[in-house]
């Protein structure tokens, strides 16, 4: 069984840190496109930043450009999203998700097959 379970979220302040993971069991992480989604309240889910399946392609959305970084950890069959500088405007609920496809990019969450459960994240002082 395909399953992701994000963790490593929680309150956070302004300006603070956060390490998100995705953790796969069921299947190699390796061999699919990774990408991170929030939902805020109020606001359609977006892609915030996505991995293409080996060594490849990164997208970060606009407004988390040079605070967070993608990364891939096969060892373990993750793929972290440590997010620094957070702001208020970050609150939402992390999703990670997995394609087959090499490279679906990261403007539709349509593209990805399979999600974890979310993980909150506020940022409030």
């Known amino acids: 069984q395909l399953q992701l379970v994000e963790s490593g979220g929680g309150l956070a302040q302004p300006g603070g840190s956060l390490r998100l993971s995705c953790a796969a069991s069921g299947f190699t992480l390796e061999h699919y496109a990774v990408g991170w989604f929030r939902q805020a309240p109020g606001k359609e889910r977006e892609g915030v930043s996505c991995i293409s399946s080996s060594v490849g392609s990164t997208y970060y959305a606009d407004s988390v450009k040079d605070r967070f970084t993608i990364s891939r950890d096969n060892a373990k069959n993750t793929v972290n999203l440590p997010m620094n500088s957070l702001k208020p405007e970050d609150t939402a609920i992390y999703y990670c998700?997995?394609?087959?496809?090499?490279?679906?990019?990261?403007?539709?969450?349509?593209?990805?097959?399979?999600w974890g459960q979310g993980t909150q994240v506020p940022v409030s002082s």
């Open positions: 998700a997995a394609s087959p496809r090499h490279w679906p990019g990261c403007d539709s969450e349509f593209e990805y097959a399979h």
